[in-house]
């Protein structure tokens, strides 16, 4: 069975920085994409990035220079790093994964098994 567990959110002050991760177990972890959601409060899921099995990267466009997605596959572990935190990040961020390649960018029905997510909140 395919387990996923983040870490890493926590309460931060606005223009701080945080570094998600999210390990996971019960998958060929190297042949697998991982991808970044997260929900504000009141809103819809919302796609922040992905990492594919080759080591490439995607961005949401609202996030794109301020997030930094990156895995380590001997830890089967993906990282978000986040900089320059505004009152807009505070989300439940969650973290995915499905056997490469995915067919389309952000497309986050595709994905499969989703972890609990952990909660990130910007004080202003």
């Known amino acids: 069975q395919v387990q996923l567990v983040e870490s890493g959110g926590g309460l931060v002050q606005a223009g701080g920085s945080l570094r998600l991760s999210c390990a996971a177990s019960?998958?060929?972890?190297?042949?697998?994409?991982i991808a970044w959601a997260r929900q504000a409060p009141g809103k819809g899921l919302e796609w922040v990035s992905s990492i594919y099995s080759d080591g490439s990267t995607h961005y949401a466009d609202s996030l794109k220079g301020r997030v930094t997605i990156s895995r380590d596959n001997a830890k089967s572990t993906v990282y978000l790093q986040m900089n320059t935190l505004n009152a807009e990040d505070t989300a439940d961020y969650y973290c995915?994964?499905?056997?490469?390649?995915?067919?389309?960018?952000?497309?986050?029905?595709?994905?499969?098994?989703w972890g609990q997510g952990t909660q990130v909140t910007v004080s202003s």
């Open positions: 019960g998958r060929t972890f190297s042949s697998s994409a």
């Open positions: 995915t994964i499905k056997k490469d390649p995915p067919l389309a960018v952000g497309l986050l029905a595709e994905y499969d098994y």
